[in-house]
């Protein structure tokens, strides 16, 4: 069998009979059409590539990656994997863009809680601020992050070719600091960039798949772990950035 049927942004993995009478459980309807209720048995058999792991178990809720295709994300993974994936992304680009140094840092500025209202509406709350969180000087994603690199800085046209082949591959290309960042890189430009500090938000790509995943916890027919509840309750405001030196 191969994945030709997996479309959804949200997998959740659960029996056979599950999938198959779920929709007709009450409050089904109210399952976001972004996730996908599929059999552990048939995903076993699908060829598709899971993020640090060769099959889900029961209960797994799997996130397509947004930049790598045919792979998934185990949901309690998923903040770490595309918040690096993305700076790894952007770290390659810019090695082929001649880049001499690649510096970057990211931090948790904001945590929201996620509830439903009486209309059936999301609402988030606040529950900590940017002082709460930084206090959290490790490496988890949940804290802060930091990453320094030196590179020899050669640069000719194969490799700008290069670069934007990888930000299509990594469907970063429509990106509008990565364009920026090609477009000012080309060898053919009079006055290329030679240095770049860029801020942003690592806040799309994560958000808008935990609000789809937090409908299964709003139709309440599926069996939730512990960790599952608290990370799809939880909306991160992720501060990045970057400085690049050619």
Same mark, same amino acid.
């Given at each position: 069998?191969?994945?030709?049927?997996?479309?959804?942004?949200?997998?959740?993995?659960?029996?056979? $009979?599950?999938?198959?009478?779920?929709?007709?459980?009450?409050?089904? &309807?109210?399952?976001?059409p972004? +996730?996908?209720?599929v059999?552990?048995?048939?995903?076993?058999?699908?060829?598709? &590539?899971?993020f640090?792991r060769?099959?889900? +178990?029961?209960?797994?809720?799997?996130? !397509?990656?947004?930049?790598?295709?045919?792979?998934?994300?185990?949901?309690?993974?998923?903040?770490?994997?595309?918040?690096?994936?993305?700076?790894?992304?952007?770290?390659?680009?810019?090695?082929l863009?001649?880049v001499? $140094?690649y510096?970057?840092?990211?931090v @948790?500025?904001?945590? =929201?809680?996620?509830? #439903?209202?009486?209309?059936?509406?999301?609402?988030?709350?606040?529950? !900590?601020? !940017?002082?709460? +969180?930084?206090i !959290?000087?490790? &490496?988890?994603i @949940?804290?802060?992050?930091?990453?320094?690199?030196?590179? =020899?800085? $050669?640069?000719?046209?194969?490799?700008?070719? =290069?670069?934007?082949?990888?930000?299509?591959?990594?469907?970063?290309?429509? &990106?509008?600091?990565?364009?920026?960042?090609?477009k000012?890189?080309?060898?053919?430009?009079?006055?290329?960039?030679?240095?770049?500090?860029?801020?942003?938000?690592?806040?799309? $790509?994560?958000?808008?798949?935990?609000?789809?995943?937090?409908?299964?916890?709003?139709?309440?027919?599926?069996?939730?772990?512990?960790?599952?509840?608290? #990370?799809?309750?939880?909306?991160?405001?992720?501060?990045?950035?970057?400085?690049?030196?050619?």
């Amino acid at each position: 069998m191969d994945n030709c049927g997996l479309t959804k942004d949200i997998l959740y993995v659960t029996t056979r $009979e599950r999938s198959n009478n779920y929709k007709w459980e009450k409050n089904a &309807d109210n399952l976001d059409p972004n +996730v996908q209720i599929v059999s552990i048995d048939d995903i076993q058999k699908m060829d598709i &590539d899971i993020f640090d792991r060769k099959y889900p +178990v029961l209960d797994t809720i799997l996130v !397509k990656h947004p930049f790598i295709p045919n792979k998934y994300i185990p949901l309690d993974r998923t903040e770490d994997a595309l918040t690096k994936t993305k700076l790894n992304c952007l770290g390659i680009i810019a090695g082929l863009l001649g880049v001499k $140094e690649y510096e970057t840092e990211f931090v @948790t500025e904001e945590i =929201k809680e996620v509830s #439903i209202n009486i209309s059936g509406e999301l609402d988030y709350k606040t529950v !900590k601020s !940017k002082t709460d +969180v930084e206090i !959290k000087k490790d &490496d988890a994603i @949940t804290g802060k992050y930091y990453r320094h690199e030196t590179f =020899k800085g $050669e640069f000719n046209e194969a490799g700008y070719n =290069k670069a934007v082949s990888e930000a299509k591959k990594y469907g970063l290309y429509n &990106d509008e600091d990565i364009q920026y960042l090609i477009k000012n890189r080309d060898p053919q430009s009079p006055n290329p960039l030679i240095s770049q500090k860029v801020k942003f938000e690592l806040t799309k $790509e994560l958000n808008d798949k935990l609000d789809f995943a937090f409908s299964l916890k709003a139709v309440s027919i599926f069996k939730l772990r512990a960790n599952y509840n608290q #990370i799809i309750t939880q909306r991160k405001s992720i501060a990045i950035s970057t400085n690049l030196i050619f």
